[in-house]
Structures are given as structure tokens and as C-alpha cells.
């Protein structure tokens, strides 16, 4: 079972930056795709941001495009999420997770996640007004 282990949380104020990781020691960084998710209490998780990383393809929800960036460093096994801008609305938990199918439909992004199901403990963020 793959572990995932998010990081690099905290409390900003809008308008801040924040660049967590997602580091995946047991995962083999070939021919996968790599999702961010977010959810707050009482509502879905969502699906953020997504990375093919053999091809280095990237999509986003219409609601962090243009602030939020995917990326890695397959050798240290890490996916990053550099997070500028950052609104309230932005304030979750956030998760990652390898993808199986993705769909982008009416803003939003649908991320399947693969493998056995298992969750990290995430990452909380917070952004003040």
C-alpha cells in the first residue's frame, strides 16, 4: 500500500503563498497521474489540481487555475502544490493521491483516485481575510 504523506500547511493571510508537498517514498513515479484534493468539513473532497507525470500534462479546477501550480521532482518522489494568492475559500484540508480517471466538467475537476483507497493524513491550510 502506498503511503502519502502531505506537508507544509499552516495559517496565511489572503493574498499569501504556500508550497506544500506530497512525498510518496514507495511509489514508483512512471506512467502515473497525481492528483491534489481539498475538502473542508460537512462537503466532498475535491479535486484541485492533476499531474501526468510521464507526459508533464497538468489540469486545474476553474477555481485555482491561474493561482495554483502542480509540479514534481520524481526523484525525490515528491509532488508540490505551489499555492499564491490564496483566498478563504482556499482554506482545507489538502490531500494527495495517485488518479485513475479525470474529467473536467462545467469548472470543476473530477479526480478518481487509484490504488487501495488510503488517505494520508493531509494537510491543513488556512487563509484569514
Known amino acids: 500500500e502506498v503511503q502519502f504523506v502531505e506537508s507544509g500547511g499552516g495559517l496565511v493571510q489572503a493574498g499569501a503563498s504556500l508550497n506544500i508537498p506530497c512525498t510518496a517514498p514507495?511509489?514508483?513515479?512512471?506512467?502515473?497521474?497525481i492528483g491534489w484534493f481539498r475538502q473542508v468539513p460537512d462537503k466532498e473532497r475535491e479535486g484541485v489540481a492533476c499531474?501526468?507525470?510521464?507526459?508533464?500534462?497538468?489540469y486545474y479546477a476553474d477555481s485555482v487555475k491561474g493561482r495554483f501550480t502542480i509540479s514534481s521532482d520524481n526523484a525525490k518522489k515528491t509532488v508540490y502544490l505551489q499555492m499564491d494568492q490564496l483566498e478563504p475559500e482556499d482554506s482545507a484540508v489538502y490531500y494527495c493521491s495517485t488518479v485513475g480517471e479525470m474529467a473536467h466538467r462545467q469548472g470543476r475537476l473530477e479526480l478518481r483516485p487509484s490504488g487501495s483507497g488510503a488517505w494520508g493524513q493531509g494537510t491543513l491550510v488556512t487563509v484569514s481575510s
Open positions: 499531474m501526468d507525470i510521464g507526459y508533464g500534462d497538468k
Open positions: 514507495g511509489l514508483t513515479f512512471e506512467r502515473i497521474a
